[in-house]
């Protein structure tokens, strides 16, 4: 056997071509079959080798032999190099029950409670928090972020669309702290006669995406 150093992001197929195998009486690889044992951090089907979650940046010791039919070879390890990839940040908790609001009695907060993870880095950039409802108006319906002088933190709202970009790199508690002040306010509006427009009663429905670059 040859030592072998191979990369990829997800899973990996060795080939017989991997290797290079010295055999006196048969032409390798004709006629030959694979083994792959069992290890630490990988799992293996075949002669397909899965890394574990999250494992990366570190070598896979894979044991390894080959049989030409009769015979079969010393077990050899093979080295495999399992580069990293970047995972997109998770948000783990937010609030499910529905938020009770009464048009006119001033805005109210869309969330108390936000967790989120991302085991590649403790900072995001961006969170895209946007009303998503078919019943949603320009006229009538808002998200309200304060901007800060003391918060890495900007906030950019599209009132034609209903999105709200908070961009900026900070930590995750940072953009937790950001999103958690985000407030939600139905305008009351009139009518070309004066009269009080007629409000919408419908459910809104509110997505938050978090990135991380």
Do not use: C, H
């Amino acid at each position: 056997f040859a030592d072998l150093v191979a990369t990829w992001f997800t899973e990996y197929i060795l080939g017989f071509s991997d290797l290079a195998v010295s055999d006196a009486d048969t032409q390798y690889p004709n006629g030959f079959s694979m083994t792959i044992g069992e290890g630490s951090n990988y799992t293996v089907v075949g002669r397909t080798i899965t890394p574990a979650l999250n494992f990366n940046n570190d070598v896979l010791q894979v044991p390894v032999s080959v049989n030409d039919g009769t015979f079969t070879s010393n077990t050899y390890t093979v080295r495999i190099f399992v580069r990293a990839v970047n995972d997109p940040p998770e948000i783990t908790a937010m609030d499910s029950a529905r938020i009770f609001y009464e048009p006119g009695s001033g805005p109210v907060a869309i969330t108390e409670t936000i967790e989120s993870i991302d085991i590649d880095s403790d900072f995001l950039t961006l969170a895209e928090v946007r009303l998503i409802d078919p019943f949603y108006s320009p006229d009538n319906d808002e998200l309200i972020y304060e901007n800060s002088d003391t918060s890495p933190i900007r906030g950019i709202y599209d009132q034609e669309t209903g999105e709200l970009s908070l961009v900026g790199y900070a930590t995750k508690e940072d953009y937790i702290a950001a999103i958690k002040s985000i407030q939600y306010n139905y305008r009351l509006t009139t009518d070309i006669n004066g009269e009080p427009s007629q409000i919408s009663t419908e459910p809104k429905v509110i997505e938050v995406r978090l990135g991380d670059g």
